[in-house]
T-cell receptor, first 113, second 115 residues
């Protein structure tokens, strides 16, 4: 099963809050899990990524939590700001030797002042 | 160091015409990927190319779509006899092989509208 399921579809959080976006997968061959941020009219930009041998990774205000046994991973944004308002995509790559990514359907995040 | 360059940014075609989308990878990158994004959806893989080779075209529709990455020049995604359902944003990405933990870099996309 190649799907990556992402939720919620949209999310509104007050400034300073911690939005959490969740993703789940079935394919145990996935070995690399990036998150992308996309602003309107732009291409997706890599935000942060994790491998299954690590349970958590932090980069600035962004944290990925990874639960290998549950095949789930999530993105947390600390101290969220209006500038974080964007669409966020989780993705996964299988360890087959090429870099093809399977994307979730995206979460439209709005941070209100 | 310029990023991934895609052109045109916007393309309008009438049904039945051909659409040609161009992608110049980042300097030093020899791997190119094309993805399609339908409105309110995630990106769907279409094709993965290296110079003069198609490595994986499992996401390409069987008819009307083709892609190439010649020895010289940009990668081209070609859609023949476009239909309304081809209206989407088409993104190109480039990478070096197995850039572990760096993912790859996307261009800003070409938004195709079929009228």
């Amino acid at each position: 099963q190649q799907q990556v399921k992402q939720s919620p579809q949209s999310l509104i959080v007050q400034k300073g809050g911690i939005p959490i976006i969740n993703c789940a997968y079935e394919n145990t061959a996935f070995d690399y899990f990036p998150w992308y941020q996309q602003f309107p009219g732009k291409g997706p930009a890599l935000l942060i990524a994790i491998r299954p041998d690590v349970s958590e990774k932090k980069e600035g205000r962004f944290t990925i939590s990874f639960n290998k046994s549950a095949k789930q991973f999530s993105l947390h944004i600390m101290d969220s700001q209006p500038g974080d308002s964007a669409t966020y995509f989780c993705a996964a790559r299988a360890n087959f030797g090429n870099e093809k990514l399977t994307f979730g359907t995206g979460t439209r995040l709005t941070i209100i002042p | 160091n310029a990023g991934v360059m895609q052109n045109p940014r916007h393309l309008v075609r009438r049904r039945g015409q051909e659409a040609r989308l161009r992608c110049s990878p980042m300097k030093g990158h020899s791997h190119v990927y094309w993805y399609r994004q339908l409105p309110e959806e995630g990106l769907k893989f279409m094709v993965y190319l290296q110079k003069e080779n198609i490595i994986d075209e499992s996401g390409m529709p069987k008819e009307r779509f083709s892609a190439e990455f010649p020895k010289e020049g940009p990668s081209i995604l070609r859609i023949q006899q476009v239909v309304r359902g081809d209206s989407a944003a088409y993104f190109c990405a480039s990478s070096q092989i197995r850039e572990v933990d760096y993912g790859y870099t996307f261009g800003s996309g070409t938004r195709l509208t079929v009228v």
